[in-house]
């Protein structure tokens, strides 16, 4: 059984970094046809994809977060992780993060994380 687990600080400064990490248990982060990504909802809002990384170690990001994006992994510790810069208010959500199926037509978020709360502020 896939699960995921989202962890990390709850509460970031503005102009800061957020960092989460996201523990798999149940499959190998490295198995072919699974992407890793993470995903966020603010307060009222809906859900915004934000990136993930392949199965391969390669990393895409949305267009409107790619330049404060960075998606890495610890293969070793079975975990990804999530870095978003220069963070301010309006970055405040729920961070998931989840498995995307790509053997299914158009992909498929297929497990998700239970969420984590993070609020930007000072």
């Known amino acids: 059984q896939v699960q995921l687990q989202e962890s990390g600080p709850g509460l970031v400064a503005p102009s800061q970094t957020l960092s989460l990490s996201c523990t798999v248990s149940?499959?190998?982060?490295?198995?072919?046809?699974?992407?890793w990504a993470w995903i966020r909802q603010p307060p009222g809002g809906g859900l915004e994809w934000i990136g993930y990384?392949?199965?391969?170690?390669?990393?895409v990001y949305s267009p409107s977060l790619q330049s404060r994006t960075s998606i890495s992994r610890d293969t070793s510790m079975n975990q990804f992780s999530l870095h978003l810069t220069s963070v301010t208010p309006k970055d405040t959500a729920v961070y998931h993060c989840?498995?995307?199926?790509?053997?299914?037509?158009?992909?498929?978020?297929?497990?998700w994380g239970q969420g984590t709360m993070v609020t930007v502020s000072s």
């Open positions: 989840a498995r995307l199926d790509r053997t299914t037509p158009f992909g498929r978020f297929e497990v």
């Open positions: 149940g499959a190998s982060i490295t198995t072919t046809y699974y992407y």
């Open positions: 990384i392949k199965y391969s170690g390669d990393s």
